[in-house]
T-cell receptor, first 119, second 109 residues
């Protein structure tokens, strides 16, 4: 299957610092990339949808200025958590989509995730 | 009502058992349906797509009932390695993908 990488896999940082997470589709060009956040024992929550060369679409309740998304190419999207605080500690997962995918709809392939801990 | 609802479980079953999960969705315009598997502290991995006609992959069978707006996953002959959280995923079109909260499965020896 398609491979999506994510870097770094784990980050521990001090409150107030900014953290950048990279998401790459390694063997395909992704029409769209997604960023999710998952708190312990909860489901994935979509944060934003990102298309190459255009502004990301953020879900309700997600602060655009705090979670900066840059989608510079069809294989790379970055999420920057600016001025991170302890409540931002979470598991951040990206996914890349191929359209059309399985069953005629977009299939998503997930990166391995980045565990962010803000002290 | 949540857009995608699943019984959180946990389901505790012995090896060799058959277990079934259901998932309901609220948007009748939903177009594609998937089951993902997520292991603890890992990313979700696509298990199988769900077609109206039903589809089977080894010990796993998925079915879609559009009229009742639910999908199901059946696991036969459970293995210890099947222990995971199973996520019901619904694509409502326009890249709007909704994840269920997941159903936790524990298979015991």
């Amino acid at each position: 299957g398609a491979v999506v990488s994510q870097h770094p896999s784990r980050v521990i940082c001090k409150s107030g610092t900014s953290v950048k997470i990279e998401c790459r589709s390694l063997d395909f060009q992704a029409t769209t990339m997604f960023w999710y956040r998952q708190f312990p024992k909860q489901s994935l929550m979509l944060m934003a949808t990102s298309n190459e060369g255009s502004k990301a679409t953020y879900e309700q309740g997600v602060e655009k200025d705090k979670f900066l998304i840059n989608h510079a190419s069809l294989t790379l999207s970055t999420l920057t958590v600016t001025s991170a605080h302890p409540e931002d500690s979470s598991f951040y997962i990206c996914s890349a989509s191929i359209f059309p995918g399985l069953a005629g709809g977009p299939a998503q392939f997930f990166g391995p995730g980045t565990r962010l801990t803000v002290l | 009502r949540k857009e995608v609802e699943q019984d959180p479980g946990p389901f505790n079953v012995p090896e060799g058992a058959t277990v079934a999960f259901n998932c309901t969705y609220s948007n009748s315009a939903s177009q594609s349906f998937f089951w993902y598997r997520q292991d603890c502290r890992k990313e979700p991995k696509l298990l199988m797509s769900v077609y109206s006609s039903g589809n089977e992959d080894g010990r796993f069978t998925a079915q879609l009932n559009r009229a009742s707006q639910y999908i199901s996953l059946l696991i036969r002959d459970s293995k210890l390695s099947d222990s995971a959280t199973y996520l019901c995923v619904v694509d409502t079109g326009g890249f709007k993908t909704i994840f269920g909260a997941g159903t936790r499965l524990f298979v015991k020896a």
